[in-house]
Nanobody, 127 residues
């Protein structure tokens, strides 16, 4: 069992920045890949970024490439999502989730591959 807690969301103007954190407790955090997803009102949950357990491989949705950076600190059991040049379309609830080792492919976008989810943190970008 892994427990995840997201933080760092808030209200920001377009062009601004936020850094989200995903703190984990429970089973060996460093063994898992982690994904950040978001869900806007009336839309399906979508992948934003993912990072392998070893921090070697990262994945980004096309819509955030060049603006968002995912990183992890296994000593602190925490994954971060640095979000720069935010746009109103980045608004939504942001969730982090654990991707078990049995899913080893490079496509992080399938939410059904994730076993544990946090409660989410709201990000609102005003125009």
């Amino acid at each position: 069992q892994v427990q995840l807690v997201e933080s760092g969301g808030g209200l920001v103007q377009a062009g601004g920045s936020l850094r989200l954190s995903c703190a984990a407790s429970g089973r060996t955090f460093s063994a898992y890949a982690i994904g950040w997803f978001r869900q806007a009102p009336g839309k399906e949950r979508e992948i934003v970024a993912g990072i392998s357990w070893s921090d070697v491989y990262t994945y980004y949705a096309n819509s955030v490439k060049g603006r968002f950076t995912i990183s992890r600190d296994n000593a602190r059991n925490t994954v971060y999502l640095q979000m720069n040049s935010l746009k109103p379309e980045d608004t939504g609830i942001y969730y982090c989730a654990v991707r078990p080792p049995r899913y080893s492919g490079s496509d992080y976008s399938d939410p059904t591959q994730y076993a544990y989810w946090g409660q989410g943190t709201q990000v609102t970008v005003s125009s």
